[in-house]
């Protein structure tokens, strides 16, 4: 559940969830709509096998829940008990696997949750964050945060992953023409078969993206502001990021652009670097 919306799952339609807003207002109805269309749209111009990190598909919105159940055949015996709300029906997107919950739970799970059964979990992969911080008593089995040097404890192939996050944002930001605020990059269980303990990886959460109107300042503040999951400029990663969003945008033609982008990233976290009390460094 977010601020915005709740995401429920279907009964006896598992591969996909109703994605439903908490306020019935105008302004909360179009935004949902419009993150539904953005995600029509995402699909269409950034989709596909040679993206490393894939899309969820949206599969029709609906201003009213009882329209959604009218069109699928759900009886009112059969109701949800949903509200009355607007929603849209997306791929659900499935917890890790059972085999890396597991070692995320024996490598970096306090000891109480040792003894438990590993938990069902989304892994946000935090590249901008170098190593973890250690000895919180707080700890978010749900959407479990994986900086660089826990991923290569796993396994994970870290540059991949960083040139796959470049791949996707540039194009977001260069074929889809949005700023990609506020996106996600996890990993996740196979949409198509959740019990493979091949890793996979999807780029999620539209809802706060906007046109960029060719601004680079916009795309950078978007970049700058959102959770640390882009590598920063000292990382051992950034190479890898920056190659595949420079590589990305000039298949849109987008290469000046691209570059002003990334310079503008640099001297941003150069500055937050030396900066009087700055925090970047070091994640």
Sequence with gaps: MGSFATVFVSEGRGGVVLKQIQDPCKDAMAMLMKEHDDLLTLNSVCGGSSQFFQLPRAHGSYTDYYSFAQEVGIQRTEDMGLPPHALYVMQRIWPVSHWLATSIRDFFLPQPFRDQPPPQLLARLYLGNGTSRQGSRFVNTENFPLSADRI???????????????????????????????????????????????????????????????????????????????????????????????????????????????????????????APGGKERGG
């Design 152 to 274: 290569e404890r796993l396994g994970l192939p870290a540059d991949k992953i960083a040139a796959g996050m470049g791949q996707m944002l540039a194009s977001i930001n260069f074929k889809a023409g949005r700023d990609g605020r506020d996106i996600e990059f996890v990993l996740c269980g196979h949409p198509e078969n959740p019990l493979s303990k091949v890793p996979f990886y999807e780029c999620i959460d539209f809802n706060q993206m906007r046109p960029h109107g060719g601004s680079a300042i916009v795309i950078v503040s978007s970049m700058v502001s959102n959770d640390p999951y882009y590598p920063r400029p000292w990382s051992p990663q950034w190479q890898a990021f920056a190659d595949a969003y420079l590589a990305t945008a000039a298949e849109a033609n987008e290469s000046p652009l691209a570059h002003d982008v990334l310079q503008k990233v640099q001297s941003h976290y150069s500055y937050a670097k030396f």
